[in-house]
């Protein structure tokens, strides 16, 4: 089993910033792509952010401007820097990993518990 654990979240002031951090681990022999969703109540989930193998990142239109995606290949850490946050950003963010193990050589999608944001405004 591939394991990811989000950490970072709390309660923030409308306009504050918080980091939200993911460690990834297990048996991995490679990691193609980790993101950061998000799901408030009464919503469906939805993609935050995402970062590709090579670095390339996407964005929801929500958070553009304000959210900055960030992986950490030694430590198998996926990072996302939320600025100006708003009460609308207030939702149980989760991490997700995608990759392959390295001991049997097949591919993993991990998803972790969750950690709760709240926005206060």
């Known amino acids: 089993q591939v394991q990811s654990v989000e950490s970072g979240g709390g309660l923030v002031q409308a306009g504050g910033s918080l980091r939200l951090s993911c460690a990834v681990s297990?048996?991995?022999?490679?990691?193609?792509?980790m993101g950061w969703y998000r799901q408030a109540p009464g919503k469906q989930r939805e993609l935050v952010a995402q970062i590709i193998n090579g670095g390339s990142t996407n964005y929801a239109d929500s958070v553009k401007g304000r959210a900055t995606i960030s992986r950490d290949n030694a430590k198998n850490t996926v990072y996302l820097q939320m600025n100006s946050l708003k009460p609308e950003d207030t939702a149980v963010y989760y991490c997700?990993?995608?990759?392959?193990?390295?001991?049997?050589?097949?591919?993993?999608?991990?998803w972790g518990q969750g950690t709760q944001v709240t926005v206060s405004s």
């Open positions: 997700n990993a995608k990759g392959m193990r390295i001991t049997t050589m097949i591919p993993f999608d991990s």
């Open positions: 297990g048996s991995i022999f490679s990691i193609s792509a």
